[in-house]
């Protein structure tokens, strides 16, 4: 498995948050991006391995990010050798799928029992990042994840730009950060600083994005 520790640190620390919340899955309001609202989901039935995930239109802002760390690559469509071809005229979209899971642990603090946790969290999302585009890809349309490690793209290997899961949840989401050191600190609205951010992206038509996040049981 993936080890978060042995990998870079990102930019996105999960964040700490002081103050009580009540629990509920449903934490975040659709925005105007909004295609499916947030709900929270499973790979695999019977585990206790929740992704809270939605998807969304790039705004402005977010597309300008996006481009920056994928260029031109999300124009390239896989072919179902393997190879990769352009765009023809169908009407595509760019779509962001951001994913956050809930820690067991506070994040923002340090030890032996937070980097295992945050290994935890890497590989569900990491399983369920690379299941989503797997999906998609098959249907012919590029999509791609985040690493959380490094910010990096984890397929588009050409891409050495960092995104920012902080700046992304905020953009969507409407999640709250501050600024703690050299750090920015994202604040989940029922999680406080118990959150693991994540997002893929994709080049297709809405509905097949939408279709497919749907096929996954709710948790």
């Not at 098959?138 to 397929?155: E, N």
């Not at 989401?173 to 600190?185: D, H, P």
Request: overall charge negative; proline content about 6%.
């Amino acid at each position: 498995p993936l080890s978060a520790s042995s990998r870079s640190s990102t930019i996105h620390k999960a964040s700490h948050d002081r103050e009580t919340h009540t629990n509920t899955d449903m934490t975040s309001n659709p925005t105007a991006s909004t295609i499916v609202p947030t709900r929270m989901l499973v790979q695999e039935p019977g585990t206790n391995d929740g992704l809270e995930c939605s998807v969304h239109n790039l705004p402005k802002p977010l597309l300008r990010e996006f481009r920056h760390v994928f260029q031109d690559e999300y124009l390239k469509r896989p072919n179902a050798d393997g190879g990769t071809q352009f765009n023809s005229t169908e009407a595509l979209e760019l779509i962001a799928i951001p994913t956050n899971q809930r820690a067991r642990e506070d994040l923002v603090a340090i030890g032996d029992h937070i980097e295992q946790e945050k290994d935890r969290l890497l590989n569900v999302f990491i399983a369920f990042g690379r299941d989503i585009c797997e999906n998609i890809r098959a249907k012919g349309y590029w999509a791609d994840f985040i690493d959380p490690c490094s910010g990096l793209p984890m397929i588009t290997q050409s891409c050495n730009k960092v995104y920012s899961e902080v700046d992304g949840m905020e953009c969507l989401l409407n999640f709250k950060s501050y600024n703690a050191g050299f750090c920015k600190i994202l604040t989940h609205p029922v999680w406080g600083s118990a959150v693991y951010p994540a997002t893929i992206f994709a080049h297709c038509p809405a509905n097949v994005a939408a279709e497919i996040l749907n096929a996954y049981p709710s948790c």
